[in-house]
């Protein structure tokens, strides 16, 4: 699969995101992020590309997109599934997840459908255990999955009809998401709601029985 | 026990008390505790620390128990504080367990190759595993692989299985080279050394990696596989590639050069070297001359024996004598080199000499003879590194003298240094300097030194290059006079400056004595034995003075000594020169295009089979041991005694010990020097719109002779490029990727263009790289008008 050519237009929006700190080189990651919203991927060129306009060399570059495993050197198909396989998630049903997941597509850990509609991750804890098992789309969240409504989700986006976020976001690709969250607002930030009630729970209890954190040792 | 002088310790001498072992002991704030433990003598296991990075506690070997904390910590990272008790691994068994643990993780995924490793034998991973590791491994389950080599660059290799992740390499190509070009990627388990895609490590300090690397995981293309650590005998050297004067362990075995590491000297390139005196001595096997030649009666070469060739050659000298000179490069020793400037005046009676195979003036001999030869009180390494100012004069200090680059990088990152280059633009050496360009036309630099602001006590160094552009060095001498700061001449090989004391000039006898005052010559007469009148009282004629002088018919023989017609000022007419004249001695290591124009062309021994001395830069001398004996190679030295002794005279020179006396005979010269140089800078003159100024120097990979033979080290040169600024480039319709051609009336250069950000109307190309051999095509210096095209012309 051939992956896009970063253009001098893309170079000039990654000049806006480096010019937004007062260190440029920390524009770093959302200029991996920009790039991978651009190519699918964080390519060879992709690397240059970031080192030329961050005045690194390209192994700097290459020593950050190589740690963080949102970075990918391969190219990912339209949209990026994630499904939480940490010990909550994994417990309340994402292992069964997982494994409808693969074996529906037919594909593994990182890999890409061949129709390049896919890409599926096993991902690490989103800190949202209370609403498990989770997944993402292009990293909207789907709270409290089941194989039922993955094969739903699946069909969805294979046909391209809408798909939501389940807590509001309209999916669309994970380019977008990339674009997103490389820092160029698309807008729909009010779109999701930061949290439901099962997530503020614990926050109205403690706030009912006036409890704080202890102060002591490890505590600053 | 009171530890001063620590090489990281801060500079205050505020000490405080702590205790290590039981041991009491006062220390300098800041010092290490690792640091502080080996001063009295007790050495923590380590890997990651290296006295001259910064602490990263990369690998935990050093894991010692500090009283008050909870775990073991990393003594390598952790300075002593007032009242602080350390206990390491000779009297706590939580840090001999805590060294113990590390050691059997950093085994787990080690391949255990020692039989096959080049660092088996001489390797920390391996010696410390005894020490501090246990005897059997618990492991076992399948270790990860990799495939390996990994190639970083055609000349440095990785074996990622070996490797413990210290970060030396990476930190080493960070803080020190400032060529960050290989890094740790992935992560966790799979964490590995590696470079971006092709993007090679082609950083001219990278094999430094390779010696601090505590393991085998790095190892050069060059050496891999060629020989065992214990089956090497290794001799400390001096570097004979430039002026900087490395020290080097030159490691042989059955009488072949192996493999050369950086020896450590403080004063001089501390822990480093460059890549070219590490890995360039391919030359010592390649094109060697082993037997003495004469030219037969039907004008052809044969092998001669040595009294023969000898008597040849004194016969042939006896017959042009009062037409004779010597011409030598910039490659000799000191001892040499006297031996040379000695013989043309006792044996030849002459006073023409000259060491400048390089582009050269009489400005330039009486900048030498007045302010360089003989001067005791020169800039030193220590003295750069504590500088405030620096400026750079025509010298490119990454590619004509590495070591210079390194002290003064290493200064700037301390805090304390600002460099200000007169130059074309700022090269990637100069942007590692932090420097700051005064975007300068060759033939102009003069005009800007004199007009910028320059702090007192500053510090100039002064490029071999400064030569070639009229009035130059007689402005820098007067700025530096008036500013006083101090300045330095920086010549490019590392024969020059000792060419330069021991008066292998036209004007100049050993030890900065002008050959135009009686008593200096009278001097340098008693300790020659020979009388007054023997040695000519009128300097005599320099390089480009001795080619026209032979191209006239004015001289019939030329002694060529240690030089390359290719290095010349101008090839072409040193060709002519030697075809004019009746009779050629040719002298030298290595054959070349000169030899086979010789009537007698006489072997010489190359550094490694003789002793000698070079002196670097800084007007230090480097004196060095012979390392491989058995060639009975001669030195010049030695073979200009016999042609001395043919001739009947008394020349005295046959061995080393000789050479030396001698030389400390003639003392310290305290009379008259030089003239200061007074010349008038050349105006430039207008010029047309495809007309524009060359700029060139070599770059330090490059086609110099010396380096042939080694295509490992040659991968990593940069490619030929000619830079052109914007404005200057759109002038004549080009733009970055155009093929351009440079010419004038000899010939022409085609290069890739770059258009940077430079001065206009000057286009820089590389001295002698593989498509740019500005001599050999142009016959040109920097600072001549050329005439630059689109396209191959
Ligand atoms: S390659 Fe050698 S120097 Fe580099 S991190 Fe690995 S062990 Fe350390
Ligand atoms: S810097 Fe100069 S003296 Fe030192 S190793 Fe390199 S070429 Fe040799
Ligand atoms: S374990 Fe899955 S979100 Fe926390
Ligand atoms: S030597 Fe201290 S952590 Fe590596």
Redesign the interface.
């Known amino acids: 699969m051939s992956v896009k050519e970063i253009t001098a237009e893309h170079i000039e929006e990654l000049e806006v995101l480096a010019a937004k700190y007062p260190v440029r080189r920390s524009a770093l990651l959302p200029m991996l992020h920009y790039v991978q919203s651009v190519q699918g991927m964080v390519s060879?060129k992709g690397?240059?590309t970031c080192?030329t306009v961050l005045d690194?060399?390209?192994?700097?570059?290459?020593?950050v997109a190589?740690?963080y495993t949102m970075f990918k050197r391969f190219p990912m198909g339209k949209h990026h599934i994630g499904v939480c396989i940490n010990t909550l998630c994994a417990l309340l049903g994402g292992d069964d997840l997982w494994k409808e997941l693969t074996e529906t597509l037919g594909i593994g850990h990182d890999e890409t459908t061949s129709d390049s509609m896919f890409t599926i991750e096993r991902i690490e804890c989103q800190a949202a255990c209370t609403v498990a098992p989770v997944m993402t789309v292009n990293w909207e969240f789907m709270d409290s999955m089941d194989p039922a409504k993955l094969k739903e989700l699946i069909e969805k986006l294979k046909t391209g009809a809408p798909v939501q976020s389940t807590r509001g976001t309209l999916i669309t690709s994970i380019s977008d998401s990339e674009r997103l969250l490389a820092g160029f607002n698309d807008g729909k930030v009010n779109d999701s709601p930061d949290a439901d009630d099962s997530m503020l729970a614990g926050l109205r209890v403690a706030k009912e029985r006036n409890m704080t954190a202890p102060i002591g040792k490890g505590v600053r | 026990m009171t530890l001063t002088s620590d090489n990281k310790a801060t500079n205050t001498q505020e000490l405080i008390t702590a205790t290590i072992d039981g041991i009491q002991m006062q220390v300098p704030k800041g010092t290490l505790i690792i640091r502080a433990a080996e001063k009295m003598g007790t050495f923590v296991p380590r890997f990651c620390d290296h006295p001259s990075l910064a602490p990263v506690a990369a690998c935990r070997m050093c894991l010692v128990e500090i009283e008050g904390m909870p775990k073991p910590q990393p003594s390598c990272a952790i300075p002593l504080t007032e009242g602080m008790v350390v206990k390491t691994q000779m009297t706590s068994k939580v840090a001999e367990d805590a060294q113990a643990g590390v050691m059997e993780f950093l085994l787990i995924n080690h391949p255990l190759d020692c039989p096959v490793c080049d660092k088996g034998g001489e390797c920390p991973l391996q010696n410390q595993a005894m020490t501090a590791g246990r005897t059997e491994s618990r492991f076992e389950i399948e270790k990860r692989t990799f495939p390996k080599p990994l190639e970083l660059s055609t000349e440095i290799l990785l074996d990622r299985e070996r490797c413990v992740e210290c970060a030396r390499c990476t930190r080493f190509s960070e803080e020190i080279a400032g060529?960050?070009?290989?890094?740790?990627?992935?992560?966790g388990a799979k964490q590995q050394v590696?470079?971006?895609?092709?993007?090679p490590f082609n950083s001219y300090f990278s094999g430094n990696t390779v010696q601090i690397c505590p393991v085998g995981a790095l190892t050069s293309s060059a050496y891999r596989f060629r020989s065992r650590p214990f089956d090497l005998v290794s001799v400390k050297t001096t570097c004979e590639h430039c002026a900087a004067g490395c020290s080097l362990r030159t490691d042989y075995r059955r009488e072949t050069v192996m493999r050369r590491l950086a020896w450590e000297d403080p004063e001089v390139n501390e822990d480093w070297n460059c890549d070219k005196g590490r890995f360039a001595f391919g030359y010592l096997k390649t094109n060697r001359l082993t037997q003495p030649k004469v030219r037969n009666l039907d004008g052809n070469q044969i092998d001669a024996l040595w009294p023969d060739a000898v008597d040849i050659a004194a016969a042939g000298l006896a017959n042009a004598q009062g037409k004779v000179a010597v011409l030598l490069g910039g490659r000799l020793t000191l001892e040499d080199a006297y031996a040379y400037s000695k013989f043309a005046r006792v044996a030849l009676g002459t006073n023409n000499i000259d060491f400048r195979n390089r582009d050269h003036s009489e400005e330039e001999q009486q900048f030498l003879g007045s302010a360089v030869a003989g001067n005791h009180n020169s800039v030193t390494y220590k003295e750069l590194e504590n500088a405030q100012n620096v400026i750079l004069v025509s010298f490119e200090p990454e590619e004509e003298s590495p070591i210079i680059f390194l002290r003064l990088r290493k200064a700037m990152q301390k805090g304390n240094l600002k460099v200000t280059a007169i130059a074309p633009y700022l090269s990637k050496g100069l942007e590692k300097l932090n420097a700051e360009v005064v975007a300068t036309k060759p033939g102009e630099e003069g005009k800007v030194l004199s007009g910028i602001d320059i702090v007192e006590n500053s510090i100039i160094l002064i490029g071999e290059r400064a030569a070639a552009i009229p009035g130059l060095l007689s402005v820098a001498l007067e700025v530096s006079n008036k500013t006083q700061s101090k300045i330095s001449w920086i010549p490019r090989r590392a024969g020059e400056r000792g060419a330069l004391e021991a008066g292998a000039l036209p004007a100049l006898l050993p030890g900065a004595r002008p050959v135009a005052d009686a008593s200096a010559r009278s001097e340098v007469a008693k300790v020659w034995g020979v009388s007054n009148s023997k040695i000519p009282s009128e300097p005599g004629l320099d390089h480009s003075q001795i080619i026209k002088a032979a191209i006239n018919g004015e001289l019939k023989a030329l002694i060529i000594a240690g030089l390359d017609v290719l290095d010349a000022p101008d090839p072409k007419l040193f060709s002519e020169a030697i075809n004019a004249v009746d009779f050629v001695i040719t002298i030298g290591v290595q054959e070349n295009s000169l030899t086979r124009y010789a009537n007698v062309s006489l072997p010489v021994a190359p550094v490694t089979e003789k002793s000698g001395t070079f002196i670097n830069w800084e007007g230090r001398p480097r004196p060095f041991g012979k390392a491989i004996g058995s060639t009975n190679a001669l030195t010049d030295a030695r073979v200009l005694s016999m042609i001395a002794e043919s001739m009947d005279l008394d020349f005295g020179l046959q061995i080393i010990e000789d050479l030396r006396m001698e030389l400390s005979e003639l003392g310290i010269w305290n009379g008259s020097k030089l003239e200061k140089p007074q010349f008038e800078s050349k105006e430039i003159v207008d010029f047309k719109n495809d007309n524009v100024i060359l700029s060139t120097w070599h770059q330090l990979l490059d086609e110099g002779a010396m380096q042939v033979g080694e295509e490992h080290l040659a991968g990593t040169q940069k490619s030929s490029v000619a830079y052109l600024s914007e404005e200057t480039a759109k002038q004549n319709n080009l733009t970055t990727g155009d093929l351009v051609t440079v010419l004038n009336t000899r010939g022409s250069i085609t290069l890739p263009l770059e258009i940077i950000e430079m001065v206009n109307k000057v286009i820089w190309i590389p001295f002698n790289s593989k498509d740019s051999k500005v001599k050999q095509s142009l016959g040109a210096k920097e600072g001549d008008i050329m005439l630059i095209e689109k396209g191959k012309v």
């Open positions: 060879p690397i240059q080192a690194l060399t390209p192994a700097e570059v290459a020593a190589t740690f | 060529d960050p070009f290989i890094e740790l990627l992935e992560r590696g470079i971006a895609t092709d993007e």
